[in-house]
C-alpha cells in the first residue's frame, strides 16, 4: 500500500499535526513540495487555493482540520466515545483559535518585542482569561488536559487533540521558553512526554522534520 502524501510548503505550518498523527501511528508518508502559483493557479489539486493536500489511495483532501479529522478517524485518533469526540473537536477548535493569533504576531507583527508582550498578556497571562481575547487563551485549552488527569486531552489514549496541543504550545515555547515554564509547568511535562512516544520521538529526531516553523524564518 503507498503511504499518505503530504503537498505542502518546506515549512512546517500546520501539516504538523498531520505528519505527527501519521507516525504517531506507526505509519509513514510522503512530501511533495508546493510552490505558491501552483497552489494559487491549480484550483483541481488546491480548490481554496492553499495547502496543505494530502493525498492518500483515492483520496484527494485540502483543508488542514479536513485533513486532520480524516487521519483521526483512520488511525483511531477521533477518541473511543461520543463525548471523547466532541472534546476532541472542541480542542481542536481552541487550538485553531490560538493559532490564528500566534499567525498574526509572526506574520503582521514581526515578532516586535511589544506585540509579543501583549501577546502574553493577552493569550497566556493567567490573570486575562475573564477580558477580552476572543475565546484564545492556553488556560482554556490547559484546563481540558488538567480536567481529564493530565496525560491526554481526552480518554485514555492518543488523540488529534493532544497532537494539536502539542504542536501550538511546541510553537510558543520557541518565542516564551521561560515563561511557560514558570507558569504552565504541567503543559512543558505534557510536550515532553508526548515527544518521547514512539513514532513521534523518531521524527522529531529524523531528516523529515523540517527546520523552520513559518514561511519568513521567525518563530
Known sequence: MSKPVIHYFPIRGRAEVLRLAIVASGDDFDTVDVNY?????DRDKYPFGQSPRLVDGDLD???SNTIARYLARKYNL??????????VDM??????????????????DQLAEAAKEAYW??????ETTT?????????????????????????????????????????????FP?????????????????AELPGIKEYLA????LAEPNANKLG
Open 178 to 194: 521561560d515563561q511557560i515554564q514558570e507558569a504552565y509547568p504541567e503543559l512543558v511535562k505534557f510536550h515532553s512526554e508526548i
Open 78 to 87: 477521533q477518541g473511543k466515545t461520543e463525548k471523547e469526540m466532541c472534546t
Open 131 to 175: 477580558g477580552r481575547n476572543g475565546g484564545a487563551h492556553i488556560q482554556y485549552i490547559a484546563n481540558f488536559l488538567a480536567k481529564n488527569g493530565g496525560q491526554y486531552c481526552a480518554g485514555d489514549s492518543l488523540t488529534i487533540a493532544d497532537l494539536c496541543l502539542w504542536d501550538v504550545l511546541d510553537l510558543h515555547l520557541r518565542i
Open 61 to 63: 483532501i485540502v483543508q
Open 121 to 126: 498578556k493577552t493569550y497566556f497571562d493567567k
Open 37 to 41: 502559483s501552483e497552489q494559487k493557479g
Open 91 to 108: 480542542i481542536m477548535e481552541g487550538v485553531e483559535s490560538l493559532r490564528i493569533k500566534y499567525v498574526n504576531l509572526i506574520y503582521n
Open 206 to 209: 529524523g531528516p523529515k522534520r
